[in-house]
């Protein structure tokens, strides 16, 4: 079904992209396995991971479907040696395509790849100012100087860039600087400081959340923006629930499919079900598609409900309960709005 973007805005174009149950904008994990190791990484590595063979017919599966964007992601995506391979198929399919990557694999035959057939957007981690903060971080020696090099690159072949970065106990004191480098860049800089419960028990990442004094003294200083950060791009402001699983959703390495990357309420498995089933026909995605505000008594009284940018993954990372408000998003709200 095709619609008429001149005709419309685009907030009144997703209406009509949720009222016919399309997937606009699936977040696709093409693996879990990665070359650094993040201090404050969420996820867990899977076993038997899509085949290409696989991927591209998922890829066609989107597309019957009416998927108009893509958003590729690992791990760190470019471990795949086919991960070119799938790039171009999605490119010929007509998707538009966002690149999540850490920056420290682009090699040159990549970098072509993306200056010929250029992404939506390659959104790219940076993790400090300094080599000695960012290699802390991602536990990769050399990781800074390779990302910014990368950064560069992009940015000059005219490639939409986007830096992202996690603010932490370990970077706060670069958060200013972090800001200055990437308008130096030339590049789209979005921050936040949450920090997702990780799928390891054994894990525990509370050390590393900023406290709720620094996180208003960020704002004051304004190396924060918080109108800038924590939203969906695909969320319209008035919006209090996200759209997770009613016009994107997450495909895991292994075919999981799941409503978002952190709500990881298994919906089916890809190398069992084709993708319009498990769209069309998961009673986990129905039971999820029937969530409204009113499942949510304690947020309609809250003054920060507007702004807080609600994730039900977050509840459900905390207490295995996406109808539970996340405590730590509760937090950071306050702590940003106050």
């Known amino acids: 079904m095709r619609?008429?973007?001149?005709?419309?805005?685009?907030?009144?174009?997703?209406?009509?992209?949720?009222?016919?149950?399309?997937?606009?904008?699936?977040?696709?994990?093409?693996?879990?396995k990665c070359n650094l190791s993040c201090?404050?990484?969420?996820?867990?590595?899977?076993?038997?991971?899509?085949?290409?063979?696989?991927?591209?017919?998922?890829?066609?599966?989107?597309?019957?479907?009416?998927?108009?964007?893509?958003?590729?992601?690992?791990?760190?995506l470019t471990l795949r040696k086919d991960f070119k391979d799938i790039y171009r198929d999605a490119y010929e399919k007509?998707?538009?395509?966002?690149?999540?990557?850490?920056?420290?694999?682009?090699?040159?035959?990549?970098?072509?790849?993306?200056?010929?057939?250029?992404?939506?957007?390659?959104?790219?981690?940076?993790?400090?100012?300094?080599?000695?903060?960012?290699?802390?971080?991602?536990?990769?020696?050399?990781?800074?100087?390779?990302?910014?090099?990368n950064l560069r690159w992009m940015k000059e072949a005219g490639i939409h860039v986007v830096v992202k970065t996690v603010v932490m106990t370990m970077n706060l004191k670069e958060l200013g600087l972090i800001r200055d480098l990437t308008t130096d860049l030339g590049v789209v800089f979005q921050p936040t400081f949450r920090i997702f419960t990780p799928a390891d028990p054994q894990r525990s990442v509370s050390h590393l959340r900023v406290s709720s004094e620094d996180i208003q003294n960020s704002v004051s200083e304004k190396s924060y923006d918080p109108p800038?950060?924590?939203?969906?791009?695909?969320?319209?402001?008035?919006?209090?629930?996200?759209?997770?699983?009613?016009?994107?959703?997450?495909?895991?390495?292994?075919?999981?499919?799941?409503?978002?990357?952190?709500?990881?309420?298994?919906?089916?498995?890809?190398?069992?079900?084709?993708f319009q089933e498990i769209w069309q026909d998961s009673p986990r995605l129905k039971e999820w598609r029937s969530v409204t505000e009113n499942d949510y008594p304690l947020c309609a009284s809250c003054k920060w409900k507007e702004k807080c940018r609600f994730c039900p993954g977050m509840g459900f990372m905390e207490h295995g309960n996406p109808l539970i408000p996340s405590k730590e998003l509760c937090r950071i709200s306050g702590a940003l709005w106050s």
């Open 3 to 32: 619609f008429a973007m001149k005709e419309a805005s685009f907030d009144s174009f997703l209406k009509k992209i949720r009222r016919y149950g399309i997937p606009f904008n699936p977040v696709f994990e093409l693996t879990s």
């Open 39 to 76: 201090a404050h990484c969420y996820q867990k590595q899977v076993e038997n991971e899509l085949t290409f063979k696989e991927i591209t017919s998922v890829l066609g599966q989107l597309k019957d479907a009416g998927c108009l964007k893509i958003i590729f992601t690992g791990g760190e």
């Open 94 to 149: 007509g998707f538009a395509i966002t690149v999540y990557t850490n920056g420290t694999l682009l090699c040159p035959e990549t970098l072509r790849l993306l200056s010929d057939q250029s992404p939506l957007a390659v959104e790219c981690s940076l993790y400090g100012a300094t080599a000695e903060t960012h290699d802390g971080i991602t536990g990769g020696s050399g990781s800074f100087d390779t990302t910014l090099r």
């Open 228 to 274: 800038l950060i924590d939203g969906d791009e695909n969320r319209e402001k008035e919006d209090f629930l996200c759209n997770a699983g009613r016009d994107s959703c997450c495909i895991v390495a292994d075919g999981e499919v799941y409503p978002c990357t952190v709500l990881r309420a298994k919906c089916g498995n890809l190398q069992e079900q084709s």
